[in-house]
């Protein structure tokens, strides 16, 4: 079992930043990716991020590259979610997923674990 927890959501204007953190616990030692999903209102659940275990391999949408950041602290079990420059279309729930057994990690089937999500919100 493993658990997630994410924290770091809130209101922010147009172009300003935020940090999503994902706490994890239980067979933390296990996983294989960990990876960020985002769903707004009416729309589908969508691949924002993942990072390997290791923290040697980072993979973003299109969406949100160049602007997000996917980092780990193997330390604190803790994978983090930078968001910079942020945008009304980012406004939505984010999750932090637990991928266990490989498989494409942009479909939102290959996670094993998710957290209980965090609203992210921001105004123009």
């Known amino acids: 079992q493993v658990q997630l927890v994410e924290s770091g959501g809130g209101l922010v204007q147009a172009g300003g930043s935020l940090r999503l953190s994902c706490a994890a616990s239980?067979?933390?030692?296990?996983?294989?990716?960990m990876g960020w999903f985002r769903q707004a209102p009416g729309k589908e659940r969508e691949f924002v991020g993942a990072i390997d275990w290791s923290g040697t391999n980072t993979y973003y949408a299109d969406s949100v590259k160049g602007r997000f950041t996917i980092s780990i602290d193997n330390a604190k079990n803790t994978v983090y979610l930078q968001m910079n420059s942020l945008k009304p279309e980012d406004t939505a729930v984010y999750s932090c997923?637990?991928?266990?057994?490989?498989?494409?990690?942009?479909?939102?089937?290959?996670?094993?674990?998710w957290g209980q999500g965090t609203q992210v919100t921001v105004s123009s």
């Open positions: 239980g067979r933390t030692f296990s996983s294989y990716a």
């Open positions: 997923a637990a991928n266990l057994r490989g498989g494409s990690l942009k479909w939102y089937g290959s996670y094993d674990y």
